[in-house]
């Protein structure tokens, strides 16, 4: 009785998947990573009692843009459909209408025999998987802890190490179907939504920020500059997630948008005091400042309870103890040729010599006061400011620039003010300089 049972379940199901099928995945929704296909059957069809698992030979499969297909047999992917259009199915179970019917009909009784002897059940299984390959949008996120972020301030040679919190968004897509399949939805039942692998895709995200932070720092960019630098920031983050998005899902990030940086309240008054006391090593600047100060301290000591004139008496007691007025400030830039504000040291001519009075000279006599040379002035005079007599800066450590080698930028041929003290990176391009940038 059971090789008649056999016979006659082998006999209505192969008839049943005879039929050729036709699957199309109409429209994947924004939430939906993965669909398995199913047979189209209209009202009036015949072809309603097939196998969903068993796809006969001829068959079509129709593809539409923002969509990709992946054909698995016993459980292998065995082929892939990227571009839209309708593919014909030439593997699969041979039926009556797979090609000529003389042929199509041996290979029917041929199949019908086959699953005869696997107790009447298809010998086979065939599937068809339809993926989302179009951008995944509105993925939030945002840091609890700071990130470190390295911040150069290139023209004051300084650098700060700050905790850079954001928030933003970013969308990520499905650029390898066989590997997100292989390695993440596997022989799903019917569909595979986001909501199972947003988390997990968030978390690694952010941890791949703090790396990425490290590498956009390099470029010497600042924190508060990371919301106009969405190509940098992406192509970082994707570099980090590189073996765990790209080479093993087959997901890559398309996007990121950063909608704020910020600091905390303590690293930003460490960078404004410096800043500040930057802004003071010109003299002209350190004379504003103090000019400024004195007028507060006279609207301070109108107000003093013991009277103006003890209030004024202090002040000057004060300006004594200092040993500096705005007036010596002032005469020091003068004599440094400043007349605008800077925050950066007033230049020396190299390979001068100071005087006494406060005068830097190139000749034997001083050109403000008329003393002689000293006999111990024949030194060199560093970008930084520092008079040196060795081969080396005993500020900065830069070599003497008789003795240094001349820089050029190897990419794009560009030649710092100061070839011999060359800055960190290419003024140009930005490219870094290295001993492969210097003149030959």
């Known amino acids: 009785m059971g090789l008649i049972h056999a016979a006659l379940a082998g006999f209505s199901t192969t008839l049943a998947d005879t039929w050729m099928d036709y699957f199309v995945c109409e429209s994947i929704d924004v939430n939906t990573l993965v669909v398995k296909a199913t047979k189209r059957t ?27 297909a992946i054909m698995v047999e016993q459980g292998v992917v065995i082929e892939v459909a990227t571009e839209p259009g309708i593919y014909e199915y030439d593997a699969g179970t041979p039926g009556i209408f797979s090609s000529t019917f003389g042929q199509g009909l041996k290979d029917t009784f041929k199949e019908m ?79 595979y939504k986001r909501s199972e692998i947003d988390n997990t895709l968030k978390t690694e995200f952010i941890d791949a920020l703090q790396p990425s932070f490290a590498a956009i720092s390099a470029s010497g960019i600042r924190y508060d500059e ?33 909608n704020s940086a910020t600091i905390s309240d303590e690293d930003n008054k460490r960078i404004q005091d410096f800043e500040d006391r930057a802004w003071n090593t010109n003299p002209a600047n350190a004379a504003a400042t103090l000019v400024e100060a004195q007028a507060q301290a006279m609207q301070n000591a109108a107000s003093n309870p013991n009277g103006a004139a003890m209030g004024l008496f202090g002040m000057g007691m004060a300006q004594q103890a200092g040993g500096l007025n705005a007036q010596n400030l002032f005469n020091m830039s003068a004599q440094n040729g400043v007349t605008g504000a800077s925050t950066a040291p007033a230049p020396k001519t190299e390979g001068g010599w ?16 008329g003393k002689p040379k000293p006999a111990d002035a024949d030194g060199w005079t560093c ?9 080396f800066c005993a500020e900065c450590g830069k070599p003497k620039p008789s003795d240094a080698p001349k820089y050029r930028c190897d990419k794009c041929g560009w030649e710092p003010e100061d070839p011999f003290n060359p800055p960190k990176f290419c003024g140009e391009c930005g490219d870094p300089f290295n001993d492969a940038d210097i003149v030959k």
């Not at 993926?131 to 911040?151: A, V, W, Y």
């Not at 100071?354 to 006061?369: D, I, P, Q, V, Y």
């Open 354 to 369: 100071s005087c006494s009075c406060g005068k830097t000279n190139t000749g034997k006599f001083c050109a403000e006061c």
């Open 383 to 391: 970008s930084c400011g520092t008079t040196n007599k060795g081969k």
């Open 113 to 191: 025999w086959n699953r005869i002897k696997h107790g009447g059940g298809a010998a086979e299984d065939a599937r068809v998987y339809y993926f989302n390959t179009k951008e995944i949008l509105d993925n939030k996120f945002g840091t609890q802890n700071p990130i470190p972020f390295r911040m150069a301030y290139q023209d004051l040679g300084r650098s700060f190490t700050v905790g850079v919190r954001c928030n933003g968004i970013y969308s990520y897509k499905i650029v390898d179907p066989v590997l997100f399949y292989t390695n993440v939805c596997g022989n799903i039942t019917t569909e």
């Open 42 to 68: 209209g009202k009036g069809s015949s072809n309603k009692r097939g196998n969903e698992n068993v796809i006969t030979k001829g068959s079509k499969i129709v593809v539409f843009d923002g969509q990709a």
């Open 226 to 258: 990371l919301p106009l630098r969405q190509n940098e920031v992406k192509k970082a983050v994707n570099e980090e997630l590189s073996a765990e998005w790209v080479m093993k899902r087959g997901l890559s990030v398309e996007k990121v948008a950063i």
